[in-house]
C-alpha cells in the first residue's frame, strides 16, 4: 500500500511540475495538455536522465535521476515564464500554418486557465487515481510474475536497477548490453528507484500506472475533439476572447468518459460469444448432450471456426463460461489455414486482455504515448505550432519546438515499442497534409509536403535517440508476401465489430446528412487502387523470390498441394475471393474517410442553424479552419491501413508468417479506432434528436452490453473473484515462497551482494519457464538465461555461441581447469546450484567445494563465488 502511494505522489508531482511544458505545447487543445502532462514529464524525465546516463554525465543512481529531474523542472520554469508574458495574437497576423482561431489566438496565462478549468482539473484527477486503484486492485489479486513473457520483463527492470552505468546490461546474456526496445523498462526503473520499491512491486505499479495514464489520455483527447468540433460549429466562439473565468466545454466533461471506455475496457465480442457457447445457443440439439457428437459440422460455430468454441459445450449448460483458461482465446480470434489446411496461430491482441493478462509488454508500455502522439498530431492540425523552421533548403512551416517535440515523441515511441513509430509518424505528418491542404488545396504540393517534414523529422528522430539505435539489432528482416492468408469477414467483426459498429454509424451519418455529395468517385477509386496495388505487390515479390529461389519456391507450391504456379495462383486468389467479407470490410473503411477528405469544397450542412449540434457535420474544411471530424477521417483511415496491409504483406522474422504483424498492427489500429468510435458515439448521442436518439441509445447500450462482457466475466476468472490464495500483494515474486522458499531466500541475499555475472541451468526450451529466475529477480548478467528469446532480439543465436554447452560442462565435468577455463572466460562470480541446477545436470559439485568459497548455503541451495 506505501508503494502505491509513493508511486502516485511520485507521477501526480511529475505531471505538475511538466503542466507549464505541455499549455505551452498544446496551446491549440482545450485542455492545453493537463490530461497528457503526467506522460509528458515521465517521457522527458526519462529522456533526459537515459541521454545524460548513456553519454557518461549522469549515473545510475538517484543523483542521477535527481539531476535529470531538475533540468525538467528548468524547462519547466521556462515554459511558465513564457506563458506568463505572452501577448495575444493579433487576428489579421498570418500563419504559414493553418491555425484553428478560436483555440489558437487568445492566449491566457496558465494561472488564468487553471481557474477556469477546475471541473475539467477534478474529474481528470479524480478519473486518473479511480483507474490507478482500479488495475493495481487487479494486479494486487493476481500478481505473480511467471509464464508467458513476464519474467523476461522483470528482468529487464532489475537488469537495469543493477547496471552500475548504460547501456543498461543483458540479464540473460553476460557481457553484453540489452538489445530490445528497452526504454519503457527505464521509465519503470526511474519510479522504483525514486521511490525505493522492488522491481517485483515495480512491476505491478507499472502496469496500473500505464492504465491510469491511458485513461486520461483518452479522455482528454476525447474532450479535445468534441471541444474543437463544437467551436468549428460555433463561429460565435471565435469572435473575440471569452471571459477568463467561463469554460464552453463543461458539457463535455461527463461525456468524454466514452474515451477511456471504448479504448480499455471495451473489449472484442468472442468474450460473448462464449456465453452464447456455454448456455448451448445455436448448436444442434443443444438439450441432448448426447446428441452432440452425432451432429454434422455444419452449424453457426463450426462455421464461425474460433479454436475452442468448435466443440460442444460442457454439461450441464450455463451462462459462465468454464473451460481451463477459456479468456485466453479472445487474444487468438483470427484464424489462419494454409491451402493444404495447415492452421497458424495469429495474436490478436486487444487493450483489456493485455491488462488482464499482465504483461509488461512494449506494446502496453507505449500506450499513453501512443496516446501523446494522437494529441500532438492534433495540435498540429488546429494550427497550435505555427511558425518556421529554418532548414537551410527549405523553410518549414512549423515551429522549431513543435518540430523538436515532434521528433523527440516519435524517437521515443520506437524506443518503447518499434512498431509504434508507423502510427506516430503516420499521424502527424497526415496532420500536417490536412492543414496544408485547408490552405493550399488537394494538389501534387501535397506530396511534396510528405517529404519536405517526413525527412528531417525522421532523420531527428533517430539522431536525438542514436546511443539506442548503435547497440540494438533485430529479428526483423524485411517485406514477405502474404499469398495464401485472407483475413474473414466473420473473425475481422468478432475482433473489431464493438468499434465498427459505431464508426459505421458515424459514417452513414456523414453520408446521409452531406448537402453536396463527398468525392465518392475519387475515393473508391483510391481504395480500390490501394488494394489492387498491393496484391500485385505481392504476387511480384513472390515472382521475385520464384527465380532467386527456384528450389525453395517448388517446395513451397508441394507444400501447399500445387503442382505448378499457375494453379497455387488460382487457388490462392479463389480462398481470397471466398474469404472477401474482410476486404471488403476494409474497403469501405478506407472510401469513405477518402471521399469526405478529398472533396474539393463544400456547403454548409443540413439544419446547421437550427440546432447547437447540427444533424450532420463534416468534412470539408471549413472557413472557421480544419475541421476535427477530418482528424478523426484520419483516425479511422490509417487504422484501416494498418488492418489491410497485414492481408498482403507481413513483416519477415523468426515466426515465419503474419503472426507477430497481425499483433502489432492490429493493436495499433485498435488504439485510433477506438477514439474514433468514441467520438462518433459521443457526438451522435448529442446530435441525434427523438426517435433517433433512443433508437441509437439502445442499440448502443446493445453493444456495449456484448463488448463489456469479456472484461466482467474474464477479470472474475482471472483473479478468483479477487479471493487470491495468498491474499492481496503487489509483489510479483511473493510466489517464489510457496513453490521455490529456498530460491526465494537465496534471491534476497542475491539482491544485496556486491554485482557480479551469475551462471544458472538453462536449456534450449528454457522459454516460458521458470529457467533463469535467478538473473530474473536479482538483476545480476547470467552467462544466459532464455536462449530462443536472445535469438529473437538479436536475429540470430551467434551471439551465444558455446555458452549452453559450456555451462553444462561447468556444472558436470569434474577436471577444476575445465571448470576455472569456463569461469574466467564468462567473468562469472557467482555459481548457482539449487533445484533447477540439480534437476537438469549430473552436477559434479566437489570441484567447486575444494576451489570456490561457498558464500551462501540453505538447504538445497549453494551460492559459490569465484575468486
Known sequence: MLSFFSWYLAISFLGLLTFPLAFRLFPALADRGYSLARALGLLLWGYIFWLLASLGMASNNL????????????????????????QPIADNQPSPV??????????????????????????????????????????????????????????????????????????????????????????????????????????????????????????????????????????????GPQPATRNTHHAFLGISFLGPLFLLLVSNLEGFLEVLHRRGLFWPSASQPSTFDLQPSTNFWTWLDIKDLTHPPSQPLGWSPDRYLWWWRASRVVQDYDLSGVWREIIDEFPFFSYLLGDLHPHVLAM?????????????????????????????????????????????????????????????????????AHDGGWNWARLEDVFLLGLPLGLLAILLYLPFYVGFSSQAGGVLPNLIYPTRGAHLW?????????????????????????????????????????????????WFAELRLPEFAASFLQSQGATDALGFFASANLKRLSSAGGLLTLLALLAFPLAFLLKAEGGRMKDEAKEPFPSSFILHLSSFGPH?????????????????????????DQFGWRMNTIFKFYYQAWLMWSLAAAFGAAVMLQSLRRVWNWLYSIGLIILLFAALTYPTLSLLAKTNNFRPPSGLTLDGAAHLDRHYPEDAKAI???????????????????????????????????????????????????????????????????????????????????????????????????KFQRFLRPVYQLGNVTIYEAP
Open 63 to 86: 543523483g542521477g535521476l535527481i539531476l535529470a529531474l531538475l533540468i525538467l523542472a528548468g524547462l519547466s520554469a521556462w515554459a511558465f515564464w513564457k506563458t506568463a508574458h505572452v
Open 98 to 239: 493553418t491555425r484553428h482561431s478560436s483555440l489558437v489566438t487568445h492566449h491566457s496565462s496558465l494561472v488564468t486557465w487553471l481557474k477556469s478549468n477546475l471541473r475539467l482539473i477534478f474529474i481528470t484527477e479524480a478519473l486518473f487515481l479511480l483507474a490507478f486503484a482500479f488495475l493495481a486492485l487487479v494486479r494486487a489479486a493476481n500478481p505473480e510474475i511467471s509464464g508467458t513473457e513476464k519474467p523476461m520483463e522483470l528482468a529487464f527492470i532489475n537488469a537495469i536497477l543493477r547496471s552500475p552505468s548504460f547501456p543498461p546490461h543483458d540479464p540473460w546474456l553476460s557481457g553484453y548490453a540489452i538489445s530490445y526496445y528497452y526504454f519503457g523498462y527505464v521509465l519503470t526503473a526511474m519510479l522504483a528507484k525514486l521511490t525505493a520499491t522492488a522491481g517485483s512491486v515495480a512491476f505491478n505499479l507499472m502496469l496500473a500506472l500505464v492504465f491510469a495514464l491511458s485513461a486520461v489520455g483518452a479522455y482528454g483527447i476525447l474532450y479535445n475533439l468534441l471541444a474543437a468540433f463544437r467551436a468549428s460549429r460555433n463561429p460565435a466562439l471565435d469572435e
Open 368 to 436: 499513453p504515448f501512443g496516446l501523446l502522439a494522437v494529441a500532438a498530431a492534433f495540435n498540429l492540425f488546429l494550427g497550435g505550432w505555427r511558425g518556421e523552421t529554418n532548414l537551410g533548403l527549405h523553410r518549414l512551416p512549423i515551429s522549431r519546438s513543435g518540430l523538436l517535440f515532434s521528433a523527440l515523441l516519435l524517437g521515443g515511441l520506437a524506443f518503447l515499442n518499434t512498431w509504434d513509430i508507423l502510427i506516430g509518424f503516420a499521424l502527424i505528418v497526415g496532420a500536417y497534409i490536412l492543414a496544408r
Open 494 to 542: 468478432v475482433m473489431f465489430g464493438s468499434l465498427l459498429l459505431p464508426i459505421f454509424a458515424l459514417l452513414f451519418y456523414f453520408w446521409r446528412g452531406e448537402k453536396r455529395p463527398a468525392n465518392w468517385v475519387l475515393g473508391i477509386g483510391l481504395a480500390f487502387g490501394l488494394v489492387f496495388f498491393l496484391w500485385l505487390f505481392s504476387w511480384a515479390m513472390a
Open 628 to 652: 476535427p471530424s477530418s482528424f478523426v477521417l484520419l483516425l479511422i483511415l490509417l487504422a484501416a491501413l494498418l488492418v489491410l496491409a497485414p492481408e498482403f504483406i507481413y513483416l519477415r
Open 748 to 846: 534476497r541475499w542475491l539482491q544485496t551482494a556486491p554485482y557480479g555475472v551469475i551462471v544458472e541451468a538453462t536449456t534450449p526450451t528454457a522459454s516460458y519457464s521458470d529457467y533463469a529466475h535467478i538473473s530474473t529477480y536479482t538483476g545480476l548478467p547470467a552467462v544466459l538465461g532464455w536462449p530462443m528469446h536472445q535469438s529473437q532480439w538479436r536475429g540470430g543465436y551467434a551471439e551465444q555461441g558455446t555458452r549452453m554447452a559450456d555451462i553444462q560442462r561447468l556444472y558436470e565435468t569434474s577436471d577444476w581447469n575445465t571448470a576455472q577455463a569456463i569461469l574466467s572466460q564468462y567473468n562469472a562470480r557467482y555459481v548457482y546450484v539449487g533445484t533447477l541446477e540439480r534437476n537438469t545436470y549430473r552436477i559434479n559439485e566437489t
